[in-house]
């Protein structure tokens, strides 16, 4: 497992196999690829998940989130590959003593601004400075009200006198991290809204 400032990933992205594995997953949706992604996704997971496990009490399992896919929301295909991968990954785990609760579609892009394109430089989102992207970022995205709603009932803060076990950290995952500023901004709102650590996790870099 390799780090890109706080983000822990477990492939490098520039090998042409990886890239080809991540593209036939992400815009296509070959049933190989997606397999292969949500198994090393998985992997990840379950590794860091089980060590935190053996060092606090397992009361709860930990809440997990993927980012909205823009290529989706913008229509250019008919599917989210991110909540495909969520839903196999659901299917991996014991059903009666789950290690994450899958949240599928918690954070969503922000309505009127377009995830990919600057509103000052109509510049890709994907072409930006490193700067660009991060301030970009912060505009993009909101949190579901139905996740809104299930994370007041399971938070210190929003319910301290709750009997239902608290949340203690969101896993946030994603396909692949550039620059980190997606998950920057989201874990930020996060943090503004919860009290939660927020653990960041992808495939690739």
């Known amino acids: 497992m390799h780090s890109h400032g706080d983000v822990m990933y477990a492939l490098e992205y520039k090998q042409k196999s990886i890239k080809k594995m991540l593209w036939d997953f992400k815009y296509y949706l070959n049933k190989d690829a997606l397999q292969a992604c949500t198994y090393i996704l998985y992997d990840q997971l379950?590794?860091?998940?089980?060590?935190r496990v053996g060092k606090i009490p397992f009361r709860v399992p930990h809440v997990l989130i993927h980012y909205p896919s823009s290529t989706y929301f913008r229509d250019d295909k008919s599917f989210d590959h991110m909540k495909?991968?969520?839903l196999l990954l659901d299917t991996l785990q014991n059903s009666d003593e789950p290690f994450f609760t899958c949240c599928v579609h918690a954070v969503l892009?922000?309505?009127g601004v377009s995830s990919d394109i600057s509103d000052n430089a109509h510049t890709p989102q994907h072409l930006g400075t490193r700067r660009?992207?991060?301030?970009?970022s912060k505009w993009r995205f909101v949190l579901s009200p139905a996740f809104e709603k299930y994370m007041q009932e399971r938070t210190y803060r929003s319910s301290p006198n709750t009997q239902i076990s608290p949340v203690t950290y969101i896993y946030c995952i994603d396909?692949?991290?550039?620059?980190?500023?997606?998950?920057?901004?989201?874990?930020?709102m996060l943090h503004e809204r919860f009290d939660v650590e927020i653990l960041k996790f992808c495939i690739c870099h």
């Open 175 to 188: 396909d692949v991290v550039t620059t980190g500023a997606s998950m920057q901004s989201v874990s930020d």
């Open 46 to 51: 379950l590794a860091d998940a089980s060590d």
């Open 109 to 111: 892009p922000r309505q």
């Open 84 to 86: 495909e991968l969520m």
């Open 132 to 136: 660009q992207r991060f301030e970009w």
